[in-house]
């Protein structure tokens, strides 16, 4: 059941929070009217597993994917859900503008390329976690790709999918993010620290002649990190805002929520220290440790 371990959330032991989690699905279940092989259906998992969650044979949690899926499914809170929390309701706007979905698959049939396709002629702003996608090489991508939840097959074809995305003259895309991130790169600090001085030259050059290459449908601002933090998200357009989390995305598409998104991206725009036209000159110019 690839089950996610709470232990120490909230300083609580994890058998109080499995034990609340229990009683309150329980409670779900009975409320629902529905029995146990079509409550499991409505939240994706199979009839088995919802069986041991109402045991109590394990004092492990569900997966975060699956317990976000029953709070939205019942219409309550996570934090109801795992006791951690007396309010058992979560607001009409998010109900209605919240969904979650994995980070997994062959990219062409990811609901992410269906958000890039329909941005189209709008306006992508993109905080990446690391290195942006498209200008990491396939031996870059190939090291990192231990810590990402798609196949290698699937992180080089989303790769080549953004950086033909770029090279369409109706994009728009704005890229901002700390500029120490490529310094740590370059010195081969962080994550990178095993990864060899010829494999980060190579980076360093290939990404120099894309941001020369697709200027200016996609642009790379670079903030000072000591001032400024950002977690990592995409604005597509007007219509949607997808955080990043590790192996899913949190997606909000109320739009008070872009819009303040939106206004966060474009105030690290205004910090920024190196704006796009002087991006490709900035990493040509970062000293390989």
Same mark, same amino acid.
């Given at each position: 059941? $690839? ?6 959330? +909230? ?6 929070? +499995? ?17 146990? +092989?079509?409550? /499991? /259906?409505?939240?994706? %998992? ?19 994917? &699956?317990?976000?899926? %029953? ?6 809170? =996570?934090? #109801?859900?795992?006791?951690? +929390?007396?309010?058992?309701? *979560? &607001? ?22 269906? #958000? ?14 690391? %290195?942006?996608?498209? =200008? ?29 995305? $770029? ?18 790169? /370059?010195?081969?600090?962080? %994550? #990178? ?7 980060? /030259?190579? @980076?360093?050059?290939? !990404?120099? @002649? ?34 990043? !989390? ?13 819009? &303040?998104? &939106? ?10 220290? *190196? $704006? ?14």
């Amino acid at each position: 059941m $690839n089950d996610f371990d709470f232990e120490g959330a +909230s300083g609580m032991d994890k058998r109080d929070l +499995s034990g609340t989690f229990r009683d309150r699905l329980k409670g779900l279940l009975q409320r629902s009217g529905l029995n146990q +092989s079509a409550f /499991a /259906a409505a939240v994706g %998992i199979d009839r088995s597993a919802l069986s041991q969650l109402l045991s109590g044979a394990s004092a492990r949690l569900p997966r975060a994917e &699956t317990l976000l899926r %029953i709070a939205a499914e019942h219409q309550v809170s =996570l934090d #109801w859900l795992l006791g951690l +929390s007396q309010d058992e309701g *979560i &607001t009409g706007e998010l109900r209605e503008s919240l969904e979650i979905t994995e980070a997994r698959g062959g990219f062409n049939d990811t609901l992410l390329a269906k #958000w890039h396709a329909e941005a189209v002629g709008t306006k992508i702003r993109y905080v990446p976690a690391g %290195i942006p996608d498209l =200008l990491r090489t396939e031996a870059v991508i190939l090291y990192e790709a231990e810590a990402m939840p798609q196949s290698r097959t699937a992180q080089l074809s989303e790769a080549q999918y953004r950086v033909d995305y $770029n090279r369409r003259p109706e994009t728009d895309m704005e890229v901002c993010m700390p500029r120490q991130t490529l310094e740590l790169f /370059a010195k081969g600090e962080g %994550i #990178w620290r095993t990864l060899p001085e010829p494999v980060r /030259a190579e @980076q360093i050059v290939h !990404m120099a @002649q894309l941001l020369d290459d697709l200027y200016p449908t996609f642009r790379l601002f670079l903030y000072d990190g000591r001032k400024r933090y950002s977690a990592p998200y995409t604005v597509f357009g007007p219509y949607r805002a997808a955080l990043y !989390m590790g192996g899913m995305y949190l997606v909000l598409s109320a739009t008070s929520s872009v819009t &303040t998104l &939106t206004r966060h991206f474009d105030g690290l725009i205004r910090g920024a220290e *190196i $704006n796009a036209h002087e991006a490709a000159d900035f990493v040509k110019s970062l000293r390989l440790g």
